[in-house]
């Protein structure tokens, strides 16, 4: 596969600089549950640094609940994006956004659960706004879940999108991505007048990339890219992205 020749990013500004990162795959290894992600400590003491020199513009924009990356930050807060923008919540702990649930995600709920049922190795995640069938114990199963889930999407008649992920599917309400997350967070004042960084490594970042670029910002992939992407920039690994940070606040 040919890997693209990305640059790395220059070292982050920390006075005009707001930082976007994604959550898992980005600054932890995905594992292999989504419950077995929680942050080390070094991770937490450097987000704890870049929160304090960033003067509060830092989040994380993820798949996941809020309440999820609150669990692996423990007992650090930070603003963050969840369930890719249906919820935002600020690292003071002020509700800025959280989506209703939608009664169309139920059929989803039963189709999933009787995929499960046929398919060991396969897992549902019910995130309430959200619900996500994950494969990576069983890939042979990665074909029919995403037909199963492109019908799925296809027959809620607009109400319901496709999210592919990393040896995952996921329906979610219609309208929300990472974009979005970060536009309405770029409005908050302690992010407003930044210029925006985002990093991540998967195809649910790119519509974050695709905002970053279009407002004059950075746009970060980690890891060589399976799919075609947006970023500009990219470093090799989670491993490359700590230093790279480190360095940062290190001038
Ligand atoms: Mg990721």
């Not at 594992?31 to 830092?58: F, Q, S």
């Not at 329906?171 to 929300?176: K, M, V």
């Not at 407003?192 to 991540?200: E, K, L, M, N």
Request: aromatic fraction near 4%; glycine fraction near 8%.
């Amino acid at each position: 596969m040919n890997k693209p020749l990305l640059p790395e990013p220059p070292p982050l500004d920390l006075d005009r600089s707001a930082l976007f990162l994604d959550y898992d795959g980005t600054l932890v290894g995905i594992a292999p549950t989504p419950a077995e992600a929680r942050a080390d400590d070094e991770l937490r003491d450097l987000l704890r640094d870049l929160l304090v020199r960033l003067n509060g513009a830092v989040a994380i924009i993820s798949g996941r609940r809020v309440a999820d990356i609150d669990h692996f930050l423990a007992p650090l807060r930070l603003t963050v994006a969840g369930l890719h923008g249906l919820e935002l919540r600020r690292h003071d702990g002020s509700l800025v956004q959280c989506a209703a649930a939608d009664d169309s995600l139920e059929r989803v709920r039963a189709a999933f659960r009787s995929f499960v049922a046929r398919n060991p190795g396969t897992l549902l995640e019910d995130k309430r706004l959200t619900v996500a069938l994950h494969y990576r114990l069983a890939p042979s199963a990665a074909e029919e879940a995403a037909v199963l889930a492109a019908r799925l999407a296809e027959e809620s008649g607009g109400t319901l999108r496709l999210q592919q992920g990393k040896m995952v599917v996921e329906l979610l309400p219609a309208g929300r991505d990472k974009g979005r997350a970060i536009e309405d967070l770029l409005a908050l004042p302690e992010f407003a007048g930044r210029d925006p960084v985002f990093v991540g490594d998967d195809v649910t970042d790119e519509a974050g990339f695709l905002v970053v670029n279009r407002r004059g910002g950075i746009s970060v992939r980690v890891g060589a890219a399976d799919h075609p992407t947006e970023a500009r920039r990219c470093l090799a690994d989670i491993g490359a992205l700590r230093r790279w940070l480190h360095a940062s606040l290190a001038r």
